[in-house]
């Protein structure tokens, strides 16, 4: 098991409209310069707060199709639409 080291990271981006977004991300990372698997544990932890049939419910089907297109093209995943 390889030692582990307490990490505090923000990271910001923008939406497609312009608004800006900052996340904090704070937690155990064995990778302590890149914090890679940090990241990849908030990813999964925020992506699994998203439930598909609220975009049903709000016929926005559409939108929740090009995030997940959006989520693929990120981890260098082939579109198959």
Do not use: C
Request: glycine content about 4%; aromatic content about 10%.
């Amino acid at each position: 098991m390889s030692k582990k080291e307490l990490i505090k990271k923000q990271l910001s981006g923008s939406t497609e409209s312009g608004e800006n977004i900052t996340v904090t991300i704070e937690g155990n990372s064995s990778m302590p310069f890149w914090n890679h698997d940090l990241k990849f544990v908030a990813a999964i932890a925020l992506l699994g707060t998203v439930n598909e049939k609220d975009f049903v419910e709000d016929d926005k089907w559409e939108d929740y199709d090009e995030y997940v297109a959006r989520v693929m093209e990120a981890l260098h995943i082939p579109d198959f639409r």
